[in-house]
């Protein structure tokens, strides 16, 4: 399994709240991601890191920012948390992006609820 | 916008039979297309990539076509087991940057 690991595994907090969800990865992969999934939407991309402080958005970015400060951590943070949040976040990795086709490797998930 | 379809919510399906699931999409024409398997509570694991040149891949059981002229793909689980009960997601790199978007998953009952 990719060395991938997601912290915390379940959070619950409440509205208004700024919530940090970590990811370490110990593959030295360039690329990491950051996906939400809700029922009936699938898994949607929040952000993604191509390198150390370079990010970008994805399809569904408002609300949340992004921080890597080092190639094996990525951070995503909800600066102040909606129950729109509430979703299952997944990780992942990939030695491949931009355009070269590649597998990722997803962490095992963080499940947030905001109440 | 872009839109990836999969031909059903749930499949059932007798062991040892066949099973087909089906990806749809539209407004896009992706150089490759992946199927990811996920189980409950898990994050979802790589299976297959197949490229926009290539019509078919096997690995083991499993196979996958890729008809871009129909914008479809098929992935089929041969000889099914009730160990391959799962949801599985096709993905496809809608914005040419391995940037990849998720149809929302067959979720695939084999039945003994």
């Known amino acids: 399994d990719a060395g991938i690991t997601q912290s915390p595994r379940h959070k619950v907090t409440e509205t208004g709240t700024p919530v940090t969800l970590r990811c370490h990865q110990t593959e030295n992969h360039r690329y990491m991601y950051w996906y939400r999934q809700d029922p009936g939407h699938g898994l949607r991309l929040i952000h993604y890191s191509y390198g150390v402080k370079d990010t970008d958005k994805g399809e569904v970015s408002d609300g949340y920012s992004v921080s890597r400060s080092k190639t094996e951590d990525f951070l995503l943070t909800l600066e102040s948390a909606t129950s729109s949040q509430t979703s299952v976040y997944f990780c992942a990795i990939s030695s491949s992006g931009q355009g070269a086709a590649g597998e990722l490797f997803f962490g095992e998930g963080s499940r947030l609820t905001v109440l | 916008s872009q839109k990836i379809e999969q031909n059903s919510e749930a499949l059932n399906i007798q062991e040892g039979k066949t099973a087909t699931l089906t990806c749809n999409y539209t407004n896009y024409s992706p150089a490759y297309l992946q199927w990811y398997r996920q189980d409950p509570g898990r994050g979802p694991v790589f299976l297959l990539l197949?490229?926009?040149?290539?019509k078919e891949k096997r690995k083991e059981r499993l196979k996958v076509t890729f008809d871009t002229t129909l914008k479809q793909s098929l992935f089929h689980i041969t000889a099914s087991q009730p160990a391959d009960s799962a949801t599985y997601l096709c993905?496809?790199?809608?914005?040419?940057?391995?940037?990849?978007?998720f149809g929302t998953g067959t979720r695939l009952t084999v039945i003994p």
């Open positions: 993905a496809l790199d809608m914005d040419g940057a391995n940037n990849l978007f």
């Open positions: 197949i490229r926009e040149n290539e």
